[in-house]
């Protein structure tokens, strides 16, 4: 049979369409967090733990010389409760964690080094249930957990923007005195490095953080709300830091994609909200619209 010039080309177009939409479906399947999950977390190649734990410590001092922190031992108790429920379950129950309440209006938390977090008093009013809630610190967990701070701080050293500071090393940092370990934090805050993380840091540390949550027993669906949420809101009402996000909308179906494809019904189970939370709620400060909003990462 012979086949002529126009059915030929007409099959070589349907088959031209049909890898197409095999590639398109391969593309539609294909999981961003594929790269995470066999990855080597720890320590080597950046500062010792012991020597992370005290930069942490002279980095919340140097925080507190510019951020305040809400002193209602209520509401501190809770995210204190909630933030070493998520950190018990995560990859790094070794170190010590704390967590902060800052005294801000905009919709943020962000994490330093060595298990320091800290939550904003506008996430707390915009989140609806505490699994949403949880998503956030989980996420903020998860920072520390890649030692994406830590990261930070290598980069630093290696382009010189830690101009007049000599390297950062585990023995060097280990003899140093207090005051030079507190000029490192300063230089580290003021210039922003801790908390501005990659793109790719950021899906990492959703990536933690869903496990994280998913481990805690919370709703893994919280992530998703939360994402929505994100993505509903004027950029005004968030740091600028978020612009070194990704978009909350690609963020919401890397997560539906991991659920569907690992964690399918974890999204309609677990804690999903308390009668605890909507109480601390109450609680929060009302925002002082004549102080200027910090926004953090």
Known sequence: MRISKHQLSHMKLLTVLLVCGLFLDALAQSNVYDKFRTRERSNKGYLSVEDELKLAAEVHAEMLKKTRLVQNRELTQYI??????????????DIPWRFFVVDDPSVNAFATLGGYVYVHTGLISATTSEAQLASVVGHEIGHIVGRHGLENVKKSQ???TLAGIATIAGAVLGGRSGAQIGEMAGGLIAGGYLMKH???AEREADFLGLYNIRNADYNTGGMIQMFEMLASLNPNQMGSIMSSHPAPRERAANTRREIDQY????DAR?????????RIKSLVPS?????KVRPRG
Do not use: V
């Open 287 to 291: 925002p002082q619209t004549n102080r």
């Open 263 to 266: 964690l399918r019904g974890t």
């Open 198 to 200: 990659s793109r790719e």
């Open 270 to 278: 677990g804690r999903a909200n308390s009668a605890e939370f909507q």
């Open 80 to 93: 204190e409760s909630l933030g070493q429920r998520l950190a018990s379950k995560s990859e790094r129950r």
């Open 158 to 160: 290696k382009f010189g």
